[in-house]
């Protein structure tokens, strides 16, 4: 069965510092992989995503996420931290298969805090 | 364009007591879905809807029910509210129910059971 799995349910870093929150995600077949962003009290915003059609994957603000199958990981990564990047972030896999096609499973998220 | 747009916003029910959630999307969507998030638990599917006239079972639809009243809407029902049911509701949509779709989000409905 499908799963992701989010390294961290809290990662704290300064302003200007490297950002780097885990997924790594099981699944049968090729997966697409979605990064989602929650700001307080807010809906969730499509990051990025990745649909085999680059291994490495831009998406808005200053986000990108590598898509590695040897690891089975897809970790998202911004250099340089800004104080409106504080909010919660979650890992998605969509399933590729079956009557479940199209279905989102999501990590359980991680809440990044950025220090000034 | 508004997106999607959920109501209410916030509600409050005693055990027991029935309610609505209201859903509605203005892109055209052929797929609807909703999710309830707990803390720690990430979103999981409640029901989805492929299509106008379908609904499936997700995740976790015990204590509820979901009608597709048109391709715009999807509602979400709670025939007997229960505590375990205090969470936040979010509905998306998305063109269709290929893997690679993106699913866009409602604010959420933020749900109380006491």
């Known amino acids: 069965a499908q799963s992701v799995t989010q390294l961290g349910s809290h990662v704290s870093v300064s302003e200007g510092a490297l950002v780097l929150l885990r997924c790594n995600y099981s699944?049968?077949?090729?997966?697409?992989l979605f990064w989602y962003v929650q700001y307080p009290n807010q809906g969730l915003q499509l990051l990025l995503k990745?649909?085999?059609?680059?291994?490495l994957v831009k998406g808005i603000n200053g986000f990108e996420a590598e898509f590695k199958k040897s690891e089975t990981s897809f970790h998202l990564t911004k250099p340089s931290a800004h104080m409106s990047d504080a909010a919660e972030y979650f890992c998605?896999?969509?399933?590729?298969?079956?009557?479940?096609?199209?279905?989102?499973?999501f990590g359980k998220g991680t809440k990044l805090s950025v220090k000034p | 364009n508004a997106g999607v747009t959920q109501t209410p916003k916030f509600q409050v029910l005693k055990t027991g007591q029935s309610m609505t959630l209201q859903c509605a999307q203005d892109?055209?969507?052929?797929?609807m879905y909703w999710y309830r998030q707990d803390p720690g638990m990430g979103l999981r599917l409640i029901y989805y809807?492929?299509?106008?006239?379908?609904?499936d079972k997700g995740e976790v639809p015990n204590g509820y029910n979901v009608s597709r009243l048109n391709k715009r809407e999807f509602s979400l029902r709670l025939e007997s509210a229960a505590p375990s049911q205090t969470s936040v509701y979010f509905c998306?949509?998305?063109?269709?129910?290929?893997?690679?779709?993106?699913?866009?989000f409602g604010p959420g409905t933020r749900l109380t059971v006491l």
């Open positions: 998306a949509s998305s063109e269709d129910r290929r893997a690679r779709d993106e699913q866009f």
């Open positions: 699944s049968s077949v090729p997966p697409y």
């Open positions: 892109m055209n969507h052929n797929s």
């Open positions: 998605a896999v969509s399933l590729a298969l079956g009557g479940s096609q199209g279905n989102l499973i």
């Open positions: 809807s492929a299509s106008e006239g379908t609904t």
């Open positions: 990745y649909t085999s059609a680059a291994t």
